[in-house]
């Protein structure tokens, strides 16, 4: 297995040249990534040279047209899925509820939807709504101590009735990782879809989702080095059986099923700068030069070890420090480099002291109320959240140790 080349890494994000961020060590990745150069370049090029209406013959447009299927059909070959079943969405919460919206249509009233008290808002606010209109809304909950779901409890919870289950690869506070596949048999098992909140995941490496296994799986581009996009698999049974969202007349083409709105067409053509990224650190760290999902294989595990690398000192440095609790496990093995500390005092303004040490973080419930909530911690007081990718160095993580050391 290779080691990350992190000055290459870095090369290709244009944030770490721009001088008004120099010093900065930039720790609410969770919220939003820095946009790698591929990306930036696809978008500018479209802006000034293809925009137009896409798809028609004249060259700009064809070119415009050929660039929007580029990104689908290469972001989905890295996915393990196939073309159609990826489509792009104005967000992961607006994609959500367009979905809501086509379960509520397909379900009878009296069947059920299992949801967690571990999701972002997002994976879970839109589904609980649908008890209005005579949905059940079961809820898969976390051990309040560990804020870890436990399949064995959602076992419990299946019966006949559940069409649905809908939970987080991990969670944006609690950052376990979920054991994706096993979840997804038991729900299968017993007749139920799944439905799985990536955003917090696929920023640590693109997930084959067709060897995970899940029916529909989401994230958002915007905090995987892209543009501001959701991006959406949805497999083809499910997307084929689901009522159409889409104009009547759009109802055959898988990828315009639930994606209503006219698409954001640039930020779709961009999106092809991350299978972009995803080829240059395979080429420089000498993947395999096969199948885009094998080679998406490796930039993941090349991520993931120098993120887990990082990690693990820091949760050392925090897990039994007075006045800290930390959020999830400390096995950095275990979980995403996202991690919460509940703190004796309000997190938005320790975000602010660490402003002065250089480090740029966040602090409040992250729209994660109900599991912060669940684990007995204020949304209102907050957490401190400091999250990072694999682009972060071991100096900028040691400015942070610095820093915490100071303010906590
Ligand atoms: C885990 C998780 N799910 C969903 C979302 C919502 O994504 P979007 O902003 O694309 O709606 C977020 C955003 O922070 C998130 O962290």
Redesign the pocket.
């Known amino acids: 297995m290779s080691t990350l080349d992190i000055n290459f890494v870095r090369s290709q994000f244009p944030a770490f040249y721009e001088p008004s961020l120099q010093e900065q060590a930039f720790f609410e990745n ?3 990534s820095y946009t790698c150069k591929p990306v930036l370049d696809r978008l500018t090029r479209y802006y000034t040279q293809r925009k137009v209406q896409p798809y028609a013959p004249y060259e700009a447009s064809r070119l415009a047209g050929e660039e929007m299927d580029e990104a689908r059909a290469r972001m989905a070959a890295i996915l393990g899925v196939e073309t159609d079943e990826l489509s792009f969405g ?7 509820y367009v979905l809501a919206q086509a379960f509520r249509q397909w379900m009878q009233p009296g069947e059920a939807i299992i949801v967690t008290n571990q ?5 879970s606010g839109p589904w609980r709504r649908l008890a209005d209109e005579g949905i059940e809304i079961r809820e898969w909950q976390i051990d309040p101590e560990t804020g870890s779901l436990k399949p064995m409890d959602l076992e419990n919870l299946l019966d006949g009735n559940v069409r649905l289950v809908c939970f ?1 690869h ?3 506070v609690i950052g376990e990782i979920n054991p994706v596949t096993e979840i997804t048999a038991i729900a299968h098992a017993a007749g139920a879809f799944v439905c799985v ?1 990536g ?2 995941y696929a920023p640590h490496g693109f997930p084959n989702v067709g060897d995970l296994g899940p029916d529909i799986y ?1 994230f ?1 581009a ?2 995987t080095y892209g543009p ?1 996009q ?1 991006c959406m698999v949805i497999r083809r049974t499910l997307g084929e059986m689901l009522p159409n969202q889409g104009h009547y007349f759009n109802g055959d083409v898988l990828y315009q099923r639930f994606t209503p709105a006219g698409p954001d067409h640039a930020q779709i053509a961009a999106s092809a700068g991350m299978a972009d990224y995803v080829d240059l650190l395979c080429d420089h760290h000498s993947g395999p030069t096969g199948e885009a999902a094998e080679r998406g294989s490796f930039a993941h595990d090349l991520m993931r070890s120098h993120e887990v690398a990082l990690l693990q000192p820091l949760l050392d440095a925090v897990k039994d420090r007075n006045a800290v609790r930390l959020i999830g496990t400390s096995d950095a093995s275990h979980r995403a480099p996202t991690v919460a500390l509940a703190l004796n005092r309000n997190a938005e303004a320790v975000a602010a002291d660490l402003t002065g040490y250089g480090i740029m973080a966040g602090g409040g419930d ?3 109320v109900r599991p912060l909530t669940a684990m007995g911690v204020d949304p209102d007081q907050g957490v401190l959240r400091v999250s990072f990718t694999h682009y972060t160095s071991q100096q900028e993580i040691d400015q942070l140790l610095n820093a915490l050391d100071d303010v906590l």
């Open positions: 969770a919220g939003g104005p967000s992961t919460t607006q994609n959500t999701d972002h808002e997002a994976n987080p991990c969670s944006n909140d955003v917090s989401l958002s915007y905090k501001h959701g992250f729209y994660a």
